[in-house]
């Protein structure tokens, strides 16, 4: 079994920063890439950002230079760092991860519960 617990999302002002954490948890043997997506309202879920095992990104072209995703390997945990925010940014935001279960070894997606992240003008 496998779980990932976001944390972090909430109430900001335009301008403000929120930073999002996701811990991943469970009999794994390797994590992959991790991710952020987001769902706005009345809208598909969409890529923000992606980070590999050996800290490749990449970025929504409507995030760079305003958001950073890091990782700690480690912890088994995912950042997504969120600078100058703006109304068009609010949305669930969803963790991401591509793992190999122990003794299954084989290579599954699986996503967090989402948070709610809300940008007032």
């Known amino acids: 079994q496998v779980q990932l617990v976001e944390s972090g999302g909430g109430l900001v002002q335009t301008g403000g920063s929120l930073r999002l954490s996701c811990a991943a948890s469970?009999?794994?043997?390797?994590?992959?890439?991790m991710g952020w997506y987001r769902r706005a309202p009345g809208k598909q879920r969409e890529l923000v950002a992606t980070i590999t095992s050996g800290g490749s990104t990449e970025y929504a072209d409507s995030v760079k230079g305003r958001f950073a995703i890091s990782r700690d390997n480690a912890k088994n945990t995912v950042y997504l760092q969120m600078n100058s925010l703006k109304p068009e940014d609010t949305g669930v935001y969803f963790c991401n991860a591509d793992i190999v279960r122990i003794g299954i070894f084989r290579e599954d997606k699986y996503w967090g519960q989402g948070t709610q992240v809300t940008v007032s003008s």
């Open positions: 469970g009999s794994m043997f390797r994590i992959n890439t």
